[in-house]
Structures are given as C-alpha cells and as structure tokens.
C-alpha cells in the first residue's frame, strides 16, 4: 500500500464522518507552506459545539467566550443597556425633585423671605437640572443600543467565521498529533463531547437573557450573612487564642529586631554624616564603579538637600534588617529546595500565598501578633520580600550542570566542598538576582510599612496622602526611587558597570 493510500485511509478513521472532505482538506494544507486557505461549513454553522464534538479544547473555550460574549451584548442592549440605570436614577431624581418642590412651595406660601424657603426653591431647582440631565445621559444610552447590538452581532459572526478558516487547520494539526500518539479515544467526531458543548450554550445563554430581563434575578449569589459573620468571629477567637500562646515567642523576636534595627539606625544616623557619605560612596565606587559612583552622588545629594538625609538613613536601616533577615533565612532554604524537590514542591505554594496575597491583608495577623511598630513592619516586609530570593536561589542550585558536579565527586570532593565552591559559585549570578530582588520588594513596603508605626520615607509620602500634598509626596517619592536604583545597581556590582 503506497504512503498516500495508508495516509487517507488514516484521514478517514481520524475523521468519522465526511472522510472524504476532510481528505481533500488536509492534502492541500500538508501540500503548502503558510497558511492555506480553507473554509468548514459545519465548524462555522456550529461553532463550540463543532470543535466541542472534534475535542480541539485549545480553541473551544475562546469560542465559547466570544459566543457568550456576544449574547451578554446583544441581551444587554435589547434590555436598554445602561440607560436603563439612568432612566432609573433620573427617575429617583424626579420623584425628590417634587417632593422637595412641594416644600419648597409650602414655605414660600408661609414666609417666602425667609432662608428656609429659599433654601428648599434652591434645592428644588439644582434636583430638577440634575433629573434632567438624568434624563437626558438615559436618552443618550438608550440610542447607543444599536450600536452595542451590531457589536454584539459581529462579535458572533467574526467568531463563527473565524471558526470555519481555522477549522480544518486545527484538525489537520490533531490528525498529525493523533498519527504520533496512536490514540484512538481522539479519533471521529465524539457525540457525547459536542452535546456537552451544546448544552453549556443551552444554559448559559437563555440565563444571560434571563439575568438582562430580569436583573434581580441573578443579580447577587444567595449567600447568608450569617456566615461571613461567623467566619470573622472564628478567625478573632483563633488568632487571639494564637496571639497568646505565641506571646512570650513574639515578644523575644520582637526585642531581637528592635536591637538589630537600633544598632543599624545607630550606626547610620549617629555618625556625622560625612563619614556615612563618604563610606556610601566608596562602596558604590568600589563594587560597581564610576557611573554608580556618580548615580550614587547624585541620589545622596538630592536627599541631602531636599532634607530627606536623615530619614532616608531610617529607611535604608529598616530596609538593611528585613533585608538581613530575608537573605538569612531566603538563602538556606532556596539551597534546600534546590536539592529538594519534595521540599521545592511544599514550599512553592507558601511563596506564591506570601508573594500574591495583598500586604494590607497579612498585616492584619501581623498587627495582632507583634502589635503596632517597627518590629511589625519588618516582619511584614520580611514576609512580602523573602520569596524571590528563595525562588532564584533554589533555581540557581537546580540549575548547575550534573556534569560539573560529578567532575567534582571524581576527583573526591566533599558534600560540603561540592556546596561552596561547585553549587553556589555557579548558581551566584541567580542567587545576586534574588537577593537585588528581595531588597527591591523591601523597599516597596517602606510606604506601607509607615501605616503600622514604621519611621522614614513611606511616612512622608503617608502624609503627602492624608493631606493631598502632591509636590510633597512627588519628592518623597523620588527619594525612595533614588534609594531603590542605588541599592539596585551597587547590588549587582560590577554587572552594573
């Protein structure tokens, strides 16, 4: 049997049904290169439920989505779009409008100098304008309705287009991977799949028409208070029960980092400040050069003339502590997950909760456990910057060549020489990224940081915003951005150069 022959008879078993189509079809797209132009009736006609029914998952969601896209615009106009909230309002507006001109006339009729009434005639007068410009922005919406209709409309005929030139490509690409793999489960076109599909849209769609002509409907989930209620006062209990078995412990880390941080703000705000200059800018100079040199002398005198000198000091010691704390602890464990996959796999998910859930949330149990202060804020930012350093340490590890450390067992290396001067020589260039990283997201927090009790910059720029002082905040701002590139480029040392 000749390689065509085998292959159309493959082309048919792949297919089900209308073999002979879907023959002719994939010969002229495995014939040229590019994308060849071609149209399935069927895939534009039935859209999901055709690509449901051939299990092209990839492309069956998207156009799903635009079908449902579509209908929730069409249904959503035909229901009068958003002029129906603005007829509503307007006719809110209406209502209080006569009522409080009705008031407005009865204090007129008693005493019509008198402040009151011309109060309520002043009331009356600026409800009036604003129902009718109610009325009019409802008016305006409700003419905007074709247009969201014929959005709609194309939407779904640009999707079911796009359904049938797309089709007979994906189909040839399954039946190449289908020829690879021998599977038999994703040959024909599978009835039970493209009933499934048919009834997704069965169900979605009269419940988007459904929700537009009736709103209150499916307007809110049918949740019971109640349970938010009883959640919230189970977590209270559980943290206060954990805020006070955990006391004695808090308040040691909580004394430890105050003595850390008062060393470091000691060191930094005490000593003349042309010691501390001329230190800050030897290190630049030292570690990544002349032009981080010159950035470094620019950032310092920005902050040293716009008075930030002393606070920004503050700030680099609440910065330097967490920063400590997150390497001390970031460094060892991204080693042992980079030897570890077991360990990698638990402490992933820990990582990607500290990294994703938002600050203001975990400050809450922060708050509780180690009260308001710097301690507070150190832990806070320790939590929110320590993931990157572990990340890029642990891939780091993983990511020296086996070659090089059997290189070093041949020639009888130790566990502990293979570490230090195989593992993490080599994996350095990662572990430098994580740690430049986790001082970056250190100082991200300083701003929030300064709403728990923590001193320097992110206090300024707190109060820039509880006073809407915007040059104010601007500068502050830009000082945390100097601190931010300086540390960032004497960090990577001579990579910055």
């Known amino acids: 049997m000749s390689d065509h022959s085998a292959r159309d008879e493959a082309v048919e078993r792949f297919a089900g049904t209308n073999g002979a189509y879907y023959r002719e079809a994939f010969r002229k797209i495995g014939e040229r290169r590019g994308f060849v132009p071609s149209f399935n009736i069927a895939a534009a006609l039935l859209g999901p439920v055709w690509l449901g029914g051939r299990r092209l998952w990839s492309a069956f969601w998207p156009f799903l989505i635009a079908d449902l896209l579509a209908v929730v615009l069409i249904a959503f106009a035909l229901a009068g779009g958003a002029g129906t909230e603005q007829g ?23 005493d019509a100098a008198s402040s009151i009434a011309k109060s309520l005639t002043r ?52 039946f190449r ?46 949740s019971d208070p109640a349970w938010n209620s009883s959640a919230a006062a189970w977590l209270d209990r559980a943290i206060g029960a954990i805020s006070s078995a955990v006391a004695p412990a808090a308040n040691a880390l909580t004394r430890t980092i105050n003595a850390m941080l008062g060393l470091m703000e000691a060191i930094l705000t005490e000593t003349p400040w042309p010691v ?37 000091m503050q700030t680099v010691a609440l910065l330097g502590t967490a920063a400590l704390i997150s390497i001390a602890i970031g460094i060892p464990l991204g080693v042992l997950c980079g030897y570890n996959r077991r360990l990698a796999a638990v402490v992933r998910p820990l990582l990607d909760f500290m990294q994703t859930m938002p600050a203001f949330v975990y400050l809450i149990p922060v708050i509780a456990l180690f009260g308001i202060g710097k301690p507070s804020g150190i832990i806070a930012t320790v939590i929110f910057g320590i993931p990157p350093v572990v990340r890029l340490t642990a891939l780091g590890i993983a990511s020296v060549p086996a070659s090089v450390r059997e290189a070093a067992v041949a020639f009888g290396a130790s566990r502990r020489f293979i570490l230090f001067k195989v593992d993490l020589p080599t994996a350095a260039p990662s572990i430098m990224a994580g740690i430049s990283q986790t001082i970056l997201m250190c100082l991200s927090m300083v701003v929030i940081a300064a709403l728990i009790g923590a001193k320097g910059l992110g206090e300024d720029v707190l109060h820039a915003l509880q006073y809407a002082a915007q040059g104010q905040g601007l500068l502050a701002g830009l000082a945390i951005l100097l601190c931010a590139i300086v540390l960032d480029r004497v960090v990577q040392g001579r990579q910055a150069r």
Do not use: C
């Open 276 to 312: 501390v200059m001329a230190v800050i800018l030897a290190i630049a100079w030292q570690l990544a050069g002349f032009r981080v040199f010159l950035l470094t002398f620019v950032a310092i005198s920005y902050l040293a003339i716009l008075g930030y000198w002393e606070k920004s």
């Open 123 to 174: 009331s009356a007068a600026a409800l009036e304008q604003a129902a009718k410009e109610a009325r009019q922005a409802a008016e305006d919406a409700r003419s905007g309705a074709s247009l969201i209709v014929a959005l709609g409309g194309g939407l779904f005929i640009a999707a079911r287009l796009a359904a049938g030139v797309l089709a007979n490509h994906l189909a040839e690409r399954r």
């Open 177 to 222: 991977e289908w020829r690879l793999e021998a599977d038999a489960r994703k040959a024909g076109f599978s009835l039970p799949h493209a009933a499934g599909a048919a009834i997704l849209l069965a169900v979605f769609e009269p419940i988007i028409a459904i929700h537009f002509g009736d709103r209150t409907l499916f307007d809110a989930f049918p």
């Open 88 to 110: 509503a309002r307007a006719e809110r507006l209406e209502a209080l409008a006569a009522a409080r001109l009705s008031e407005a006339r009865a204090a007129n009729d008693k």
